[in-house]
């Protein structure tokens, strides 16, 4: 069955310090993969996606199809970045289309 | 402005009421979804739509129906409302998938059964 898993239900670093959130999946087919995020007090937004290889607000994702992970990491975390962090899986079945996401990490930036 | 919402934000019930969450989106995508999300726990799909007259069950059994008659509506219906059913209850909606498309979230109805 596909799903994802997040091993880390919550994460805090310092200011300043690198973040990794980790994000394993499994799925038979070719992944789509993406990293949601909910600030406090605001509604769950999609962060980035690993097709378009970007970085966002210093966040980066790698598809490591070996090790079938999908990271998200920012080499210097800063407050606003706590928050409520989602990787999600897009599948395909019988073309019906729909994102499985993991449990979420809650990531807190100390000062 | 294009936007997805959902109403109530909050709502607590009695037991065995009736109850319909509304979601409405302004941004003309086909597909719709519900997901149930309970308190850290992950986000499970329950039912979704690719259009008008087409809903699905998801992954998650769920006691709820929903309906898609407009292409920007997707109410979800719970016929007699049990404590089991609080959770937090959020609506997505999505255009025809290709490469760089995204799910749009609504804020979401907090929902709780006493």
């Known amino acids: 069955a596909q799903r994802v898993t997040q091993p880390e239900k919550l994460l805090s670093v310092f200011k300043g310090a690198p973040v990794e959130l980790k994000c394993n999946y499994s799925?038979?087919?070719?992944?789509?993969l993406f990293w949601y995020v909910q600030y406090s007090r605001q509604r769950l937004q999609l962060l980035l996606r690993h097709i378009s290889r970007e970085s966002i607000k210093g966040f980066t994702a790698d598809l490591n199809k070996g090790e079938t992970s999908f990271h998200l990491k920012k080499p210097f975390a800063q407050e606003e970045d706590s928050a409520m962090y989602y990787c999600a899986l897009r599948q395909t079945i019988q073309g019906a289309q729909k994102l499985v996401f993991g449990q979420g990490t809650r990531l807190t930036i100390n000062p | 402005e294009a936007d997805i919402y959902q109403t109530p934000r909050y709502l607590v019930i009695g037991t065995g009421k009736k109850i319909t969450l509304e979601c409405s989106q302004t941004?003309?995508?086909?597909?719709m979804y519900w997901y149930q999300q309970d308190p850290g726990m992950e986000l499970h799909l329950i039912h979704y739509s690719y259009g008008v007259n087409s809903t699905e069950k998801g992954d998650l059994s769920s006691e709820s129906t929903v309906s898609r008659i407009r292409t920007e509506h997707f109410p979800l219906t719970l016929e007699s409302a049990r404590p089991s059913h609080t959770s937090q209850y959020l609506c997505?909606?999505?255009?025809?998938?290709?490469?760089?498309?995204?799910?749009?979230f609504g804020q979401g109805t907090r929902l709780t059964v006493v």
């Open positions: 941004m003309g995508h086909d597909k």
């Open positions: 997505a909606s999505s255009p025809r998938w290709s490469m760089n498309t995204e799910a749009f």
């Open positions: 799925y038979s087919g070719s992944p789509e």
